[in-house]
């Protein structure tokens, strides 16, 4: 069974200060499929990030970055020089290959304030 | 470009009464098409995915129904509402398999 655990349920940070997200995956194929999405305020889910367990390159996207390690099983979510725009909630998903269902954790919602 | 459409954006129904959520998906054909319900702890629950007309799974039996009448239509129902169906409910659509899905705006339903 595949599962996704976000252990921080809210962080709050200060403009301009860099915030790590974790999250912590466990499934038993070798070929998965790992997601971040952003929840604003409005309630859509944004996509942010796809990644597949064979490529475990670290992803930098503006002031986005990944850091996937499957020695730990993380995948874990950096967002440098915060800005108020960054207050959502954050999910990290799972899916196994060949399976359509995503399994989902259960967020962490991130304030920054000003 | 895909587009995905979801409505009504709010939903205040009393027990017992019917409940149906409509999305639709443009811009692409055979979409996966997926139902989630997020609750106030927000995390997202699978209802129902489909990957094809007539081909609906059902992850949690509890009381609702999907259906897909078209390609891309994707349809939430229930005969009676009950409390606990209250949530955000969000359609989402992906276009190949273990690929990223993409939400719809979701509807905010409140069983009074």
């Known amino acids: 069974a595949q599962k996704v655990t976000q252990a921080q349920t809210e962080i709050s940070v200060v403009e301009k200060e860099d915030v790590t997200l974790d999250c912590v995956y466990e499934?038993?194929?070798?070929?998965?499929?790992l997601f971040w999405y952003k929840q604003p305020p409005s309630g859509e889910l944004v996509f942010l990030i796809r990644?597949?367990?064979?490529?475990?390159q670290n992803e930098i996207s503006g002031r986005y970055s990944w850091n996937f390690q499957k020695s730990t099983s993380s995948f874990n979510f950096t967002i440098t020089a915060s800005q108020v725009v960054d207050s959502a909630v954050y999910f990290c998903?799972?899916?196994?290959?060949?399976?359509?269902?995503?399994?989902f954790g259960t967020g962490t919602k991130l304030q920054v304030i000003p | 470009s895909q587009t995905i459409h979801q409505w009504p954006a709010t939903l205040v129904q009393p027990v017992g009464s019917p409940l149906s959520l409509e999305c639709t998906v443009e811009?692409?054909?055979?979409?996966?098409l997926y139902w989630y319900r997020q609750a106030a702890g927000r995390g997202l629950q699978l209802l129902f995915y489909?990957?094809?007309?007539?081909?609906i799974s059902s992850e949690v039996p509890q009381n609702l129904s999907a259906s897909r009448p078209q390609d891309r239509q994707f349809i939430l129902s229930s005969k009676k509402l009950l409390l606990s169906d209250s949530g955000f409910y969000l359609c989402?659509?992906?276009?190949?398999?273990?690929?990223?899905?993409?939400f719809g705006q979701g509807t905010r339903l409140t069983v009074v």
């Open positions: 811009g692409t054909s055979n979409p996966n």
């Open positions: 499934t038993r194929d070798t070929t998965y499929y």
């Open positions: 990644r597949n367990s064979f490529d475990e």
């Open positions: 989402a659509y992906s276009t190949g398999m273990n690929t990223e899905a993409f």
């Open positions: 998903a799972l899916s196994e290959w060949g399976y359509q269902k995503v399994t």
């Open positions: 489909s990957i094809g007309i007539d081909q």
